[in-house]
């Protein structure tokens, strides 16, 4: 698997530096743009941002490589998701809070009009 989803030489890197140390960000980042009732569209290019940054960190800590896309875009799509679930997590937690008598929870990550 190594050198067609990450160049690391060992999945451990790729996992600590995207996933753990990236998806926190990428969670926190979600959140705060529910929290301040941004569009999900500024989430995407903020998640284009953090990819940049997370290949930079590979880069500069474990020799990654910077010039290939293949690498960003695996990147992109694993704190897209992380930062989506993150940003609807909260967007549940504000619709069902600051409009109990209009939405109740029907999930973690959704909400549904009251009957």
Same mark, same amino acid.
Request: proline fraction near 2%; aromatic fraction near 20%; hydrophobic fraction near 50%.
């Given at each position: 698997? %190594?050198?067609? $989803?990450?160049? &690391? %030489?060992?999945?451990?890197?790729? /996992?600590?530096?995207?996933?753990? @140390?990236?998806?926190?960000?990428? #969670?926190?980042?979600?959140?705060?743009?529910?929290?301040?009732?941004?569009? *999900?569209?500024?989430?995407? /290019? *903020?998640?284009? @941002?953090? =990819?940049?940054?997370?290949?930079?960190?590979?880069?500069?800590?474990?020799?990654?490589?910077? &010039?290939?896309?293949?690498? *960003?875009?695996?990147?992109?799509?694993? @704190? $897209?998701?992380?930062? =989506? $679930?993150?940003?609807?997590?909260?967007?549940?937690?504000?619709?069902?809070?600051?409009?109990? #008598? $209009?939405? &109740?929870?029907?999930?973690?990550?959704?909400?549904?009009?009251?009957?």
């Amino acid at each position: 698997m %190594s050198g067609m $989803l990450y160049d &690391e %030489s060992s999945f451990w890197q790729f /996992f600590f530096i995207t996933c753990v @140390l990236g998806g926190w960000a990428a #969670w926190m980042t979600g959140k705060a743009c529910a929290q301040t009732w941004r569009p *999900y569209g500024i989430l995407v /290019f *903020y998640m284009v @941002l953090l =990819s940049f940054g997370v290949r930079f960190i590979h880069h500069a800590l474990f020799a990654g490589t910077m &010039e290939v896309i293949h690498f *960003y875009v695996t990147d992109f799509v694993i @704190l $897209l998701i992380i930062g =989506s $679930l993150g940003y609807r997590y909260t967007r549940t937690a504000q619709m069902t809070t600051q409009y109990h #008598w $209009l939405y &109740e929870k029907t999930s973690p990550l959704s909400w549904k009009a009251r009957s």
